[in-house]
Nanobody, 124 residues
Framework: QVQLVESGGGLVQAGGSLRLSCAAS????????MGWFRQAPGKERQFVAA????????YYAESVKGRFTITRDNAKNPVYLQMNNLKPEDTAVYYC?????????????????WGQGTQVTVSS
């Protein structure tokens, strides 16, 4: 079965860092655009970051620019989200997603697969 599985979430103090990983199985995702979304309790799911299959195109939400970095390793399939200088408002469940292109993933379109999510909690 095709699966995306996130890991790396946890509890961290404000100003700290976490590195999220998304592992894929069941098929090759090297030709997919990949992205990260997050959803806080009682709020809508929001776009965080996306990356093209080649890694040459990246998109970020304005709220995370300069703090988060999305990368991928096509040879091994995983996609990563390095999160630095975390803030309490970053607290959410973070989801990995796979779609056709980075642009359509950013727009919430062409999402073919979702991970189950990993919890990130940032304390003040």
């Amino acid at each position: 079965q095709v699966q995306l599985v996130e890991s790396g979430g946890g509890l961290v103090q404000a100003g700290g860092s976490l590195r999220l990983s998304c592992a894929a199985s069941g098929r090759a995702f090297s030709n997919y655009g990949m992205g990260w979304f997050r959803q806080a309790p009682g709020k809508e799911r929001q776009f965080v970051a996306a990356i093209s299959w080649s890694g040459t195109t990246r998109y970020y939400a304005e709220s995370v620019k300069g703090r988060f970095t999305i990368t991928r390793d096509n040879a091994k399939n995983p996609v990563y989200l390095q999160m630095n200088n975390l803030k309490p408002e970053d607290t959410a469940v973070y989801y990995c997603a796979a779609g056709d292109t980075a642009a359509t993933v950013r727009e919430g379109r062409s999402i073919a697969y979702w991970g189950q999510g990993t919890q990130v909690t940032v304390s003040s």
